[in-house]
């Protein structure tokens, strides 16, 4: 079981980003997807969280209006697209799955497999 993030990088304040999530070693289906992010000094927090049985989602407040999780079943991926992006989404964002559970939540210890992460850099 294997979680592949990439689509970071550094981008201006107001740009676009999509990351992407891969899944090996299993099927996405009937679990909780999520992105979230760590910033330095800071503690992880959950950005969004699709279910992949209802294809439900969760936002957090910062980010609401902004971002966008998706998921591509065939490619077994899902996606954070982030659009108008600030200096304060910068972070690494990590994706994970609960595999106990189709219930969408942003509490990271809900989800028991995870990416390496992708750094983001929003600046100018």
């Known amino acids: 079981l294997q979680l592949v993030e990439s689509g970071g990088g550094l981008v201006q304040p107001g740009g676009s980003l999509r990351l992407s999530c891969k899944a090996s070693?299993?099927?996405?289906?009937?679990?909780?997807i999520g992105w979230f992010r760590q910033a330095p000094g800071k503690e992880r927090e959950g950005v969004s969280c699709i279910s992949t049985s209802d294809g439900s989602t969760v936002y957090a407040d910062s980010v609401k209006g902004r971002f966008t999780i998706s998921r591509d079943m065939a490619k077994n991926t899902f996606y954070l697209q982030m659009n108008s992006l600030k200096p304060e989404d910068t972070a690494v964002y990590y994706c994970a799955v609960d595999l106990s559970s189709d219930y969408v939540s942003l509490s990271p210890a809900d989800f028991d497999s995870w990416g390496l992460g992708t750094q983001v850099i929003v600046s100018s």
């Open positions: 070693g299993f099927t996405l289906d009937y679990y909780a």
